[in-house]
């Protein structure tokens, strides 16, 4: 696996300055950007230059500068919305992706679920798309109900099928692309079969918008929500919605900003998408998003995917020469991002991070916020390695090596 | 050798003492570490205010398993009001390896069960 392991097809390493950190001598092998992923320079040169030359409050000044900072505020909303295929009045600042979920949660699910209702979500859900879901079910009699995973750790549209001619189904929250597994599931036919069963679609792409080339209007979800920082940008969320539902929904936080006019008893709501961005916005946080989409789309989605797949490939392809390794998620490389989730018999996830850490090989371990998952796989957590644009096949065998060596660490 | 998987610490991980269940017990707590899964649970016999004997299950990495190990056979014969005096100290000393803080929960999650079966507290170390 020699010359061709040393060329990665992008070499973009250089880029992001986390990435020349050492330790112990040994250049640091980040592979978690499933978790967070590392910024570009051109991010932190973006959000460094806004917060020294046009830092000013949004949408409130007159003057010049606060003009300068809403300017960037808004430009940057306008280039995040084009680069995933949607309108920028119905795309909304977020804490994250968390708080995108939970928008719609409790501005939507409030007041359209109730007793008798169902909420389906599928059993590869990160918390983040389990746990508002809980408190919505609780909070309103509905009952929640879970997708099984298939052999191939996959989604079976016609258990979706099946659940929905049952006709409970109000809602509908599936994951664009698993953390864990990989799985890229079918969406758009997923938001196409619950919409003619009168089911709302909440898809989370948190895993999915960075790695894919997506155009959000052929997915045509009700709800699709990422976060910034997962895709070279900093800690900021979307969440893009369709007008009708964005219109007809109350707010989620009351405060400064989201209002039009407020009387001592009650208040009317600013137009979209301010109604559900109150208080100060991250605004550095918005121009480096805006700065991140725009570096990726320099690169090309399309490169990026197929650089993704290529370590992808690479890895599950070295991986099995670990002796005593469990590989997790779908085969078919079509169907899986960059990510790949394993456990190693005789030695615990959270030891094999440390001992891959003694190489400089940073790679997650634990349940990965998808317990209800964990426990489908029959685990109580797994190693994972994922990729994005700045990782090589080097890189993988770096890997690959330090899993040797763990094993003769615990003496296996 | 290895810094912190010494060969006393791997041999405890394989070969843990004092582990399963004891269908007659008169204490039992259960506790998990969040952030990793680790999963931990005890059964304790009380004679006269002691720990006549103790097993612990559960699953997790070698340095929660290793200390749980190491530690019951510390902690029988023990009497109860000595354990609840027990801080985190006497649980890295126990296991006699530098403990960086991102395993420190790892560490502590046996005498957290412990803790918890003699006091109900389920609180400590926090």
């Known amino acids: 696996m020699g010359a061709v392991a040393d060329k990665p097809l992008i070499d973009v390493r250089a880029d992001f300055p986390v990435l020349s950190r050492e330790f112990a001598g040994k250049r640091v092998a980040y592979l978690d950007s499933a978790a967070t992923a590392q910024r570009p320079e051109q991010v932190i040169a973006a959000m460094d230059r806004f917060q020294r030359e046009s830092y000013a409050p949004i949408h409130r000044g007159v003057y010049e500068l606060a003009r300068e900072s809403t300017e960037a505020f808004e430009s940057a909303r306008v280039r995040i919305a084009e680069f995933v295929g949607w309108d920028p009045a119905c795309s909304i600042f977020t804490r994250n992706a968390t708080e995108a979920i939970n928008l719609v949660a409790y501005a939507w699910g409030r007041e359209n679920i109730g007793e008798g209702d169902e909420v389906l979500i599928t059993e590869m859900e990160h918390h983040s798309n389990i746990v508002p879901w809980q408190i919505l079910c609780d909070e309103t009699g509905a009952k929640l109900r879970y997708l099984t995973l298939t052999d191939s750790a996959e989604l079976s549209l016609d258990e979706l099928d099946s659940v929905l001619a049952e006709g409970r189904v109000k809602l509908v929250a599936v994951a664009h692309v698993s953390n864990v597994l990989g799985t890229i599931n079918p969406v758009a036919e997923i938001v196409r079969r619950a919409r003619a069963a009168g089911a709302v679609t909440v898809i989370d792409g948190a895993q999915a918008v960075p790695q894919l080339p997506l155009d959000l209007s052929e997915i045509d979800a009700d709800f699709y929500a990422w976060t910034g920082h997962k895709a070279l940008g900093p800690t900021i969320g979307l969440l893009h919605g369709r007008r009708e539902l964005l219109d007809g929904m109350r707010p989620f936080l009351g405060g400064g900003h989201m209002i039009s006019r407020v009387e001592r008893e009650h208040s009317t709501w600013n137009e979209l998408p301010f109604k559900f961005e109150a208080g100060t916005s991250a605004a550095a946080e918005a121009v480096g998003l805006g700065a991140a989409v725009e570096y990726l789309d320099a690169i090309g989605m399309e490169s990026i995917r197929a650089h993704e797949r290529d370590l992808t490939a690479y890895a599950l392809e070295r991986l099995p020469e670990v002796e005593g390794i469990h590989l997790y998620g779908p085969s078919d490389l079509d169907r899986r991002g960059g990510v790949v989730a394993f456990a190693i018999d005789g030695i615990h996830p959270h030891d094999i991070a440390e001992l891959c850490d003694r190489e400089a090989v940073c790679v997650r371990a634990g349940h990965h916020c998808a317990q209800p998952l964990m426990r489908c796989l029959g685990v109580g957590a797994t190693a994972r390695a994922s990729f994005h644009v700045y990782n090589s096949r080097d890189e993988v065998d770096r890997l690959v090596d330090a899993l040797v060596k763990a094993r003769e660490v615990f003496e296996l | ?126």
């Open chain 2, 1 to 126: 050798m290895d810094a912190l998987y010494r060969d006393f610490i791997l041999e405890h991980y394989k070969s843990p003492r004092n582990f399963g269940e004891l269908e007659e017990h008169d204490l039992e707590w259960h506790d998990h570490n969040p952030l990793c899964g680790d999963e931990l649970g005890v059964h304790i016999v009380v004679e006269d205010g002691r720990v006549k004997d103790l097993r612990f299950h559960g699953q997790g990495c070698a340095i929660s398993q290793a200390a749980a190990s190491i530690s019951s056979e510390e902690l029988i014969g023990m009497p109860l009001e000595e354990i609840e005096a027990l801080g985190a100290d006497w649980v890295i000393e126990q296991l006699g390896i530098d403990i960086s803080p991102t395993r420190r929960k790892c560490a502590l999650l046996s005498l957290k069960v412990m803790r918890g079966a003699t006091t109900g507290d389920a609180s400590w170390p926090e």
